[in-house]
């Protein structure tokens, strides 16, 4: 599976935009692991798991999604984190 990249701009504090990102993946049954300069996640979805990495450069939530369902393209897994943590 290819990794999917995008980047999610943000305002407000980091620490704000990953507390919503953390909160979202925990009620997913997920693990939400780092700090507000880079970190990793994890959940499952369809009873697959969707696995990445983000860091932060300024205003800016950098994202690599290393594992995802092949049925879900990445511009659907984009779309709904922008809704979850804008």
């Known amino acids: 599976m290819s990794a999917c990249n995008f980047s999610i701009p943000f305002s407000g ?3 704000e935009v990953l507390g919503k990102a ?7 049954g997920g693990d939400f692991d780092g700090d ?3 970190g990793n996640f994890n959940a499952s979805v369809f009873g697959n798991t969707i696995a990445g990495s983000y860091t932060v450069t300024g205003q800016t939530l950098n994202i690599v999604i290393d594992s995802k369902p092949f049925m879900i393209p990445c511009s659907t897994i984009e779309g709904f984190l922008k809704n979850q943590i804008s």
């Not at 953390?22 to 997913?28: E, G, H, P, W």
Request: hydrophobic share 15%.
């Open 13 to 15: 504090s980091p620490e």
């Open 22 to 28: 953390r909160s979202f993946m925990q009620s997913q």
């Open 36 to 38: 507000t300069n880079k």
